[in-house]
């Protein structure tokens, strides 16, 4: 039996291939009724779930920072704090422990860990953003590199350290690209100075257990880090700018700025600088990017809408069409509840609801921490139709 969401998101996928328009111009499309289904009850467990890889086993490895315990305590929803950790998610959709923080991979002057989006490496290790931005914004965020032998996490070592708000990953070869969504802490700026954020390039052999690479502060008046791809400036308005970032086919890199909508398309050197950034994609009918894939088979773009319940496909000219969009709700009947990655599984797009209204108060159709903690997901066309 087809479902009713799946014939749906095949007409969308249909329109979308038919049509070519402007995407700061054209209305994005929606997809009613609801295109998204539970995937995965998450359980208490994990109260705030974020990054989302996959093993080569096509084992998908989710990272839980459980940032929401605070305010959670706070509320008298929970009793005591969900540990952060690294789980595991099988071909059945079944959750387990991957890998367990000890107190050796805390932070040594924060005491916490915050692990963020996540990436399977060429060395087969797994790499992590470590975002301490919520403990301390004096550049204490890190990237961890989780060790892996016989698919078994074994231990972290920390390869990175000097970001302020570490948060996407994506691998280009042996270069691993790293958003930091705060170059410079707002509360040191003038008033009404543009946010500034920006994208790292970290070679894998400079990635060291006892020699790892600390980024130098970012200033505007000073020579820039080596490995600085790119500064971006967005509004300010919700204290986050780069964000999801991804590689196409053709080796251009496109950064989201999430708190402005907006979706960059890079050129770089073999120096890894941008030598040219232009605007891909900033559509009226986003309201954020969060986390973003490329699909070359299909040639798309998915992204997740953090501030506005939704997550759109957009096409190789920017045209953005809506595949789902939702409502202020708990997700529990796989509703989207403030989505912050997507990533693809054969023919699914699994989507992580972070659900972290707290963080975003005015600015979200969330508004209410619950503790429904779930993935959905959305069944897109077969491959085969492309």
């Known amino acids: 039996m087809t479902r009713p969401g799946y014939a749906l998101v095949l007409a969308v996928a249909a329109a979308l ?15 009613q009724p609801q295109a998204s289904r539970l995937l995965v009850d998450l359980g208490p467990q994990i109260n ?10 096509g084992t998908l490895i989710l990272s839980a920072p ?31 422990h991957w890998y367990d923080f000890k107190a050796s991979d805390l932070h040594p002057d924060t005491g916490h860990v915050g692990p963020m989006d996540n990436a399977f490496g060429p060395d087969g290790n797994l790499y992590v953003a470590d ?14 590199r989780i060790n892996v032998k ?58 060291q257990k006892d020699q790892p690479i ?14 600085l791809v790119k500064a971006l400036t967005s509004s300010g308005k919700m204290g986050f700018g780069a964000d999801g970032i991804v590689f196409d086919d053709k080796g251009h890199l496109f950064v989201s700025t999430i708190e402005d909508a907006t979706i960059y398309d890079l050129t770089l050197n073999a120096q890894h600088k941008a030598v040219d950034t ?6 009226s009918g986003m309201t954020s990017v969060d986390g973003m894939i490329f699909d070359p088979v299909r040639q ?46 054969g023919n699914e797009l699994v989507i992580v609801n972070m659900d972290m209204a707290w963080a975003t108060p005015g600015l979200s159709v969330n508004t209410q921490v619950d503790t429904f903690n779930n993935l959905s997901v959305i069944d897109l066309p077969p491959a085969s139709t492309y």
């Open 17 to 31: 291939l038919s049509e070519v328009s402007l995407a700061a111009d054209a209305p994005a499309h929606s997809t």
């Open 214 to 227: 600390k980024l130098k502060p970012y200033s505007p008046e000073a020579a820039e880090d080596s490995h």
């Open 150 to 207: 016989d698919g078994k996490a074994t231990g972290v070592d920390v390869v990175a350290e000097g970001l302020i708000a570490a948060n996407g990953l994506v691998w280009e070869g042996d270069t691993l690209y790293v958003t930091d969504s705060l170059l410079i802490d707002p509360a040191t700026q003038a008033k009404g100075a543009p946010l500034v954020s920006g994208v790292y390039a970290l070679p894998l052999n400079e990635m």
């Open 66 to 96: 459980n940032f929401n315990n605070d305010h959670l305590l706070k509320q008298g929803l929970i009793t005591r704090p969900a540990p952060p950790f690294m789980a595991a998610i099988d071909h059945q959709n079944k959750v387990s």
């Open 48 to 57: 705030t779930p974020d990054g989302l890889g996959i093993a080569p086993d």
């Open 278 to 283: 232009k605007v891909f994609a900033q559509h």
């Open 131 to 144: 975002m301490q931005v919520f403990f301390s914004k004096d550049h204490k965020s890190r990237i961890l």
């Open 300 to 345: 798309m773009f998915y992204v997740a809408d953090f501030l506005g319940n939704a997550v759109h496909a957009i096409d190789r000219t920017g045209h953005v069409t809506t595949l789902q969009k939702n409502g202020d709700t708990t997700g529990a009947n796989g509703e989207l509840d403030q989505p912050a990655e997507v990533i693809q599984r």
